[in-house]
Each structure stands twice: as C-alpha cells, then as structure tokens.
C-alpha cells in the first residue's frame, strides 16, 4: 500500500454518545493506558483503556479495579474511613429524609461501608442492599433485618415494584453498562418511587484542573457524567429529576491533595486507594477539619455556582 492510499484509508467512525447520541469528543490523556473522551454535547466522560478491546475485556477490567479496592483488606471496613466521610453521610441523610419518611423501604446499590444504611435502618426505614464485594456484604449482613444480595445489581433477580426508592452513592461512574443498571433499578422501585444518586460531577471546578489531578478521574470510573448527561441517561432509562444538588465536600478536595502526593511518591494511584483516607491519627483528623472550616466559604460559592465536586439528583420514576 503506497503512502496516498495510506492516507485516504477511512477512520473509524466515533462512537454516539450513550447519554444524548452526540458524535463528537475531546480526548483527555489520563494514564499511559487509559484516556477519557469527553462528549461535547453533553459532557460525557467515557473511559478507553489500551488493550481492551471487547465488553469481556472491560468486564474483567472492572472486576479487578473492584478487587484492587473492595477485596480483603478493604479499606472501607476500617472505622477511620467512615469518620473521614462523616460530612458526606450527613448531608445524604438530609435529602433523603426531605423526601422519604422513615418506614418507607429503600434498597441500596452498593453500600460499601454501609455508612448511610445502616443509618437510617437505626432511623426506622426498611433497608436492603446489592453489594457486589462479597467482603463488604458479610459485613453488612451481620445487621438484623437488613437483607443483602451479592453480586452485581443489574444481575440481581429483584422484588418487582417492590421498593419506595432506590439509592446508589458513587456506584454508576464505576458499572460498565450505565443504561442495564438505571433500568435494573427502575424496575425494582414502584411507580413514582425515588431514585438518589450520587455520582462526581464531571461539570464542576476540578474539572477544570489539568486533568491528571480532578479528584473525579480514576481508573475505576469507567464514565463521567455532567448533570445534563446523567438528566439524558436517566430519562432514557423513565426516571425524570425533581431535584439536584451539586456538594462541594472537603474530602475530595483533599482527593487533590493525595494525588499530587503520590506523584511526587511515584505511588500507583489505583494500587494505593483509600490508603490515605485509613491512615488518619488524630493530628490529621483535626487538619481534616480545619480544612474543612477554612475552605467552607469557597465551597458554598462552588455548589451556589452548580459546581460542586459531586451531583446529587432526586428522580422519580415516571412510567
């Protein structure tokens, strides 16, 4: 093949947009073996890995970023992990009792450390929970009337309307496939139940960090969502959103930190998950909070803005 016929061989042609069907990107480098490409009709953020080049491929991509993070040994057991997210914990037990009376049953998609569950089981709500480590699910299933499947939600043979709402705290920007996992949950809430998820928000200012350093980019989030796309995806999926927050929290700001640390360490990022967040003594529990009080004024403007480091969205299901 000459270097003319070379040059005019065809490209493939972009991907469409999961979330509003768009064709054009913005790629991001992130690692030497992943990058992002960013959709720039609605802010999408959909991960491509070198080397990874069917569904089973990224399938097992995901079960050993999960290993990495919630196998033995899983940071998210330690009480020092739970401490660190206090703040977080108490604003989601905020908006859910704004909108769910305690008595009403909710079923979590991921509870990890089980932090806001297990609360509000002790508040009187009817809890059950897919959690997809089997370390962390032994754990939360040592809480009387609290029932716990194992594996992944959208998998999961489920009570048919059998939920007044379904909640999932930074699970979708890890699944591979976003659209089975909204309709999964779809399924198992009654008409006009909730949806509440959490998820970074791939709109806010650490975005607009050089790219290697937003607390939102990790290996283990397989996509992204600005609030405009996670409004597309979750109305193709017949939820439509009645609220949005966008928190700013301390913690992920110290995300930042962390990531400069391990540069300078030349740490993996992946490999050191949540090492940071367990080693706290009780000096650096107190700088936590002075850094909380000092940067609070700054993060208020931040989610006033719509800029928050994270989206919060009340949905309700709609058919």
Partial sequence: MTALQQAVVPQPAPPACPCCAGTAWRRHPYTAQIHYIECLG???????????????????????EQFKFYGEGSPLVSPAYSAMNAEITRRRLRVIGRHLAPGASLIEAGPGSGDVLLALHGLGYRVAAVEHSPVLARRLEQTPGVRVWVGDFAEQTLPESGFDAYASFHVIEHVVDFAAHLQAAR??????????????????????????????????????????????????????????????????????????????????????????????????????????????????????????????????RVR
Avoid at 243 to 271: C, F, G, M
Avoid at 277 to 283: E, I, Y
């Fill in 42 to 64: 609605c802010g999408y953020h959909m991960q491509q890995r070198e080397q990874v080049g069917s569904a089973a491929d990224l399938r097992r991509a995901f079960e050993d």
């Fill in 187 to 316: 399924r198992c809430v009654r008409p006009g139940g909730l949806a509440l998820i959490a998820t970074p928000n791939a709109a806010g200012w650490e975005q607009r960090l050089p790219f290697r350093l937003s607390p939102n980019n990790d290996s283990s989030h397989f996509q992204l969502f600005s609030p405009r796309a996670l409004e597309h995806a979750l109305a193709a999926a017949g939820w439509q959103v009645v609220e949005l927050q966008t928190p700013s929290y301390a913690l992920v700001w110290l995300r930042l930190v962390t990531k400069v640390l391990r540069r300078l360490r030349a740490q993996d990022e992946s490999a050191t998950g949540g090492a940071y967040a367990v080693s706290s003594s009780r000096k650096l529990a107190r700088a936590v909070r002075v850094f909380s009080a000092l940067t609070l004024p700054l993060r208020r403007v931040q989610e006033a803005l719509r800029g928050g480091n994270e989206q919060f969205v009340v949905a309700r």
